[in-house]
């Protein structure tokens, strides 16, 4: 393909200077009545439906685009558009985050009497909606815990967890917050680990499941032993339902009797 004719690509790029200021009186004098828009999901006829679709976008988006490139295909221009917003109305059924976005779009618009009277468009729709999924931030939330863990910062753990945490675990449930940073703060101190999350994902109701392999060394009297020094192995499956951004409850099913056996414990 040739680059754009001028006429084309100015007449696109008033277009963008008047989406961008929400200008709809101008956008309105560059779009044909018949305008017809072909967007997977999103399809609209006429001027005016796709004029209530453009307010829709920048009250729940904020969007501002950015032309990278413009490219002339007879009576047709392909654009290619980096937008960038904020999410301040529900899209996809998920309400507003405040969250900034970005993503990009190919589009290929029909010019017809000097106006736009039809597009095409592939948007990274999927790329939007993961940026506007609570799931990453779920599961970079749990990624976090780890390494406060791990590297032994529990006071740091207070602005992770919601207030009135629920820990439902069947080898030693605790009552709230700080007596889970003790039990922490034991462990660490008589079996010397590090934890590994070998699975995490997001699941629906909020929640992040993940499975966790612990390894360290038998360092303190533990379950009634002195120390050994041995080194020890043990798995966990746990799920942790956020709310607001903070862990509400637990469930926890660890290999207790594993560990217990490793150390010499006798079993039940």
């Known amino acids: 393909m040739s680059q754009a004719g001028p006429d084309n690509t100015a007449l696109y790029e008033r277009f963008l200077k008047a989406f961008n200021s929400q200008d709809y009186d101008t956008v309105a004098d560059v779009i044909g009545a018949d305008f017809e828009d072909h967007h997977p999901g999103f399809d609209v006829h006429g001027r005016d439906s796709y004029l209530q679709a453009l307010r829709t ?28 917003g904020r999410h301040t109305g529900p899209v996809f059924g998920i309400p507003a985050t405040g969250k900034e976005v970005t993503w990009t779009t190919t589009e290929i618009w029909r010019v017809a009497d000097g106006r736009l009277v039809e597009r095409w468009a592939e948007d990274d729709l999927l790329g939007l909606r993961d940026q506007l999924s609570a ?37 030693w449930s605790v009552q709230d917050l700080e007596e889970l940073k003790g039990i922490i703060a034991a462990a660490h101190e008589a079996l010397d680990f590090t934890s590994h999350h070998d699975l995490i994902y997001a699941s629906d109701g909020g ?26 192995e043990w798995t966990s499956i746990e799920v942790y339902r956020i709310e607001h951004g903070k862990i509400a409850e ?13 150390l010499g414990v006798p079993l039940p």
Do not use: C
């Not at 929640?207 to 020890?232: L, W």
């Open 135 to 171: 799931d990453a931030a779920n599961v970079a939330l749990i990624s976090k815990l780890n390494d406060v863990v791990n590297e032994r910062r529990y006071d740091d753990m207070d602005e992770l967890f919601a207030p009135g945490f629920i820990d439902n675990n069947p080898a």
């Open 207 to 232: 929640k992040v499941t993940i499975h966790i392999t612990f390894r360290g060394r038998h360092a303190g009297e533990f379950f009634g032993r002195p120390p050994t020094g041995k080194a020890v």
């Open 57 to 84: 976008a920048h009250e729940t988006l904020r969007i501002h685009g950015e032309l990278a490139e413009a490219v002339e295909a007879g009576d047709r221009v392909v654009t290619r558009v980096r937008l960038t």
């Open 250 to 262: 637990r469930w926890v099913q660890a290999d207790t009797t594993g560990l217990m056996r490793q």
